[in-house]
Structure formats: structure tokens, C-alpha cells
């Protein structure tokens, strides 16, 4: 399965420098039938084909489309819908696509979630059950770290020669997006 890439950074890449979209894909366990259908995903428009389930595809930091469908017998292109997401450097971007109960209905298609590249997907979340009651003879959890001035993602370029620029919390970064490619340029 081929899919873009993004501009090849000059140096070794690093976490911070790449990111990860996890597309998942699914059907409604009574349409069996459609195990024996090859799903597809495409990503900026460049189609891939792949067995039902996850599959990580490496990108550049930037804006993407991502749309899914499967090849059913008499419905070519069968569910096919679409999101577009944003993947910050060094995140996991999870999408999850669920083909319809009817040929002739979109798939449901939405943002599961965004976490750190290498990051446990079992840790509890901070508002789940188990998260609320330590273990007992547990160390206090450490405090959280104050709020970042602005919220990290992508925005307007401040300088103006680009679309978007992606903010980390903290300053801008080199990591910019022009008609949903996503490129490198030095902030000034």
C-alpha cells in the first residue's frame, strides 16, 4: 500500500519530525458477507487496498484527507466517506471507518483519537474508573503541568507565506501546510 509521504526531511527523522495516521476498518458483525470484500483507504486521495482492520501509515505533519469505502459485488466504492484530519508532529491520528448497513448508504467515518507517538493506548484515561483509585501504597500522581498559553495545532501562518503554520503550545514550528501538503519552512 502506497501512500504520500510528504517531503523528505534533510536529516535522520525523529518523532517529533513524523506522524501516524491509524486508520481502522470495520463492519456491523451479521454483514459476514463483507470479509470476503477487500476495504480501501485513501489518503489524499491516493488509494491503498488492505484487509479489514488497522493499518498505521506514516506522514509528514500536516493536513489530510482520509476516506475509506470497501468494493462490494454490486456496489463499486461501497461506504466510501471521508475526514479531514490534522497530524501533528509526533501524534498518532486514530480514524475509524464502519461500513453501512445498507449498499447504498456512506460508512460512518470520524477522529478517535490523538495521542503521543509511543504513547500506551491501555493507560487509563485520566477520567476512567480505574484512573480515579490508585492502587493502594501508591505515590501520589505528580501535578499536572500548567495549561500552555495557546493551544497547540494548526493556525493561520503569522507570516503570512503560508496557509497554516503549527503552533506547539509553546512557539511556532517549522512545520507548515500549504492546500493540505504539508512542507517545512523556518518561522521567522
Known sequence: MTFP???SPTSAPT??????????TSFFFLAF???????????????GQQKWG??????????????????????????????VVDAAPGTVTRVHWK???????????????VEAIGASP????????????PPAGAAP??????????PAGWHPDPSGRHEQRYHDGTQWTEHISNAGVAGTDRPE
Open 5 to 7: 509521504q510528504g517531503p
Open 15 to 24: 518523532a517529533s519530525d513524523q506522524a501516524v495516521i491509524e486508520v481502522t
Open 33 to 47: 458477507v463483507l470479509y470476503f470484500c477487500k476495504a480501501y483507504v485513501a489518503i489524499n486521495g491516493q488509494a
Open 54 to 83: 488497522s493499518v498505521s501509515i506514516p506522514v509528514a505533519p500536516g493536513r489530510y484527507t482520509v476516506e475509506a469505502w470497501t468494493n462490494y459485488f454490486i456496489a463499486p466504492e461501497m461506504g466510501r466517506n471521508g475526514v
Open 99 to 113: 461500513a453501512p448497513w445498507l449498499i447504498f448508504l456512506k460508512g460512518s467515518i470520524k477522529v478517535t483519537g
Open 122 to 133: 491501555a493507560a487509563p484515561l485520566a477520567n476512567s474508573p480505574t484512573a480515579a483509585f
Open 141 to 150: 500522581a505528580p501535578p499536572a503541568p500548567p495549561a500552555p498559553p495557546a
